[in-house]
């Protein structure tokens, strides 16, 4: 059973950048893809981004131009860096692995950012 935790987390000021680190506790190369989801208060959860082992990425609108995903195989880290972050950006953030050809479905415990105006 891999583990996910991410790390980075804060409060930031409206224009601010964070940085988001997920550490698997074992190899994310069986792992096709890799994702960061965030939940907000009162709505549903959203795809933020996902890179699958190819390197290509894919981005909600919302965050398109702000957000940059990547992954480290070697470190068994994937990343979310944010820039231009915008109150309406602050949620819950949770790392997601997963692999279509062993049908792994990680989960990590989510890390808040919270972005002031």
């Known amino acids: 059973q891999m583990q996910l935790v991410e790390s980075g987390g804060g409060l930031v000021q409206a224009g601010g950048s964070l940085r988001l680190s997920c550490a698997a506790s074992?190899?994310?190369?069986?792992?096709?893809?890799m994702g960061w989801y965030r939940h907000a208060a009162g709505k549903q959860r959203e795809l933020v981004a996902t890179?699958?082992?190819?390197?290509?990425?894919n981005y909600a609108d919302s965050v398109k131009g702000r957000f940059t995903i990547s992954r480290d195989n070697a470190k068994n880290t994937v990343y979310l860096q944010m820039n231009s972050l915008k109150p309406e950006d602050t949620a819950v953030y949770y790392c997601?692995?997963?692999?279509?050809?062993?049908?792994?479905?990680?989960w990590g415990q989510g890390t808040q950012v919270t972005v002031s105006s």
């Open positions: 997601n692995g997963r692999s279509t050809v062993y049908g792994d479905d990680y």
């Open positions: 074992g190899s994310i190369f069986r792992l096709n893809a």
């Open positions: 890179i699958i082992n190819s390197g290509s990425t």
